[in-house]
T-cell receptor, first 113, second 113 residues
């Protein structure tokens, strides 16, 4: 079984500042993907960033980057230059082998003006 | 390219009724997954279809069923609705069998009275 733990239920950050969301996971799969999805108040689930476990290089997408520590089973998301539009629920997600997506409980991020 | 579409967006039913939700995946995507999202349980996997075959099924009662058509469109059906079935139902599609990035539709908000 795969599990995902997000230890920060809520976080807030000032506009233009940097924030890091934490995530730890557990899996017995050797081939797996990790994702961060965000769900704004509109409830649309949007892919933020993807990391393949076999890649050592941390994924980046514009202002979003991850710190993937495979041995520690840690997968944190860093948001730089936070914008009001980043306000959302952020889900850390794992998908191993042919398995379904397994979601963490989510971190509610609020960006304050 | 058009995204994942779900119909209807909102639905109100009464206990004991049945409901059918529809999902059209991104063009070229052959895999469709369904998730139930509730405040208490978070996001839970319902089932996944690839090329008209159910590949994975979550831990839901038999009242929840689904199918996929030859054009990759998918439907899920819930019979004998219960109050606890009130939720946001999300559909996601991906091009290949897992692991692969899933792209989500806007969801169907089901309210059972």
């Amino acid at each position: 079984a795969q599990t995902v733990t997000q230890s920060q239920p809520e976080m807030s950050v000032q506009e233009a500042e940097t924030v890091t969301l934490s995530c730890t996971y557990d899996t017995s799969e050797s081939n797996y993907y990790l994702f961060w999805y965000k769900q704004p108040p509109s409830r649309q689930m949007i892919l933020v960033i993807r990391q393949e476990a076999y890649k050592q290089q941390n994924a980046t997408e514009n202002r979003f980057s991850v710190n993937f520590q495979k041995a520690a089973k840690s997968f944190s998301l860093k948001i730089s230059d936070s914008q009001l539009g980043d306000t959302a629920m952020y889900f850390c997600v794992i998908q191993g082998g042919s398995e379904k997506l397994v979601f963490g409980k989510g971190t509610k991020l609020t960006v304050n003006p | 390219k058009a995204g994942v579409t779900q119909t209807p967006r909102y639905l109100i039913k009464t206990r004991g009724q049945q409901v059918t939700l529809s999902c059209s995946p991104i063009s070229g995507h052959r895999s469709v997954s369904w998730y139930q999202q509730t405040p208490g349980q978070g996001l839970q996997f319902l089932f996944e279809y690839f090329s008209e075959t159910q590949r994975n099924k979550g831990n839901f009662p038999g009242r929840f069923s689904g199918r996929q058509f030859s054009n990759s469109r998918s439907e899920m059906n819930v019979s004998t609705l219960e109050l606890g079935d009130s939720a946001l139902y999300l559909c996601a599609s991906n091009r290949s069998p897992p692991p692969d990035t899933q792209y989500f539709g806007p969801g169907t908000r089901l309210t059972v009275l």
